[in-house]
């Protein structure tokens, strides 16, 4: 007869604890989702890392790769800055003169040439890029050693040749490279494919659109290409005009004016 009272008396306490343990498996259930969420963001930020310093990597492979067909001696960097000046194409290199970056020294990414050294501090240095306008290669085409220079218009996907005859041997497709002259960049490598050739019929020169193959927008490390003191002297005596005006980008092979007879 007792055993009804005593349940009656002893069901708030039951519910008690039964609401206790609901919301001490709740508390401990969304303990334990924040505690997985965090996990799951730290192993996020892992795999980002990873992936990211994959494709560092295989951009440093890259450049090694590109390093074997080079015989000077070349000096991995990394674009750490850009110039923010209106219609001006440079970067800044983490690389100065104490890593033994000289100005003038030529600049290369896993594809192509990228630009020259224009400017050097103890502990950076400042690169011109191949498509600014100030700036000029000579080159030549692959196939048949036609010699031209390859200026930059200040858009980063197009250079331009110049002063081309009508009657030059130059091709849509036609692979670039650097012809050597001048002193200032290491011969044979790749500029850009020959985009366009557009002849007008009462124009004296063909224009002729390059298409640069370095990665000017996209590549985060770079080769120096090192100067050797014999180089840099032939460079001086051959370009004084160019030795004495550091921040011009080409010597007086470079911009356009005559030059002797070379062989191929």
Avoid: C, W
């Amino acid at each position: 007869m007792v055993a009804p009272l005593v349940l009656v008396a002893e069901i708030p306490y039951l519910v008690s604890d039964e609401v206790g343990d609901v919301v001490s498996t709740r508390e401990g259930l969304l303990q334990r989702n924040a505690e997985l969420e965090r996990r799951v963001l730290e192993l996020s930020q892992v795999s980002q890392q990873f992936m990211a310093l994959k494709a560092e990597n295989e951009r440093l492979r890259a450049l090694l790769g590109s390093r074997a067909r080079l015989p000077e001696e070349v000096l991995i960097s990394e674009i750490v800055g850009i110039v923010p000046a209106p219609g001006t194409h440079q970067v800044v290199l983490d690389k100065g003169t104490d890593d033994e970056v000289r100005l003038g020294d030529a600049v290369i990414d896993a594809h192509g040439l990228f630009g020259q050294v224009v400017d050097v501090g103890s502990f950076t240095s400042r690169v011109m890029l191949v498509t600014d306008a100030n700036h000029a290669v000579p080159v030549q085409v692959n196939r048949n050693g036609v010699r031209s220079i390859a200026g930059g218009t200040g858009r980063l996907d197009l250079l331009q040749l110049e002063n081309v005859a009508v009657t030059a041997d130059i091709r849509e497709g036609d692979l670039l490279e650097t012809s050597g002259l001048g002193g200032r960049f290491p011969p044979g490598y790749p500029v850009g494919y020959v985009d366009a050739v557009l002849i007008e019929p009462t124009a004296a020169f063909a224009s002729v659109s390059v298409r640069p193959l370095a990665e000017l927008d996209r590549s985060r490390h770079v080769l120096v290409v090192l100067s050797r003191e014999d180089a840099a002297s032939a460079s001086t005596e051959a370009a004084p005009d160019a030795a004495a005006a550091p921040e011009a980008p080409v010597d007086a092979v470079e911009a356009g004016q005559p030059e002797p007879e070379a062989p191929r």
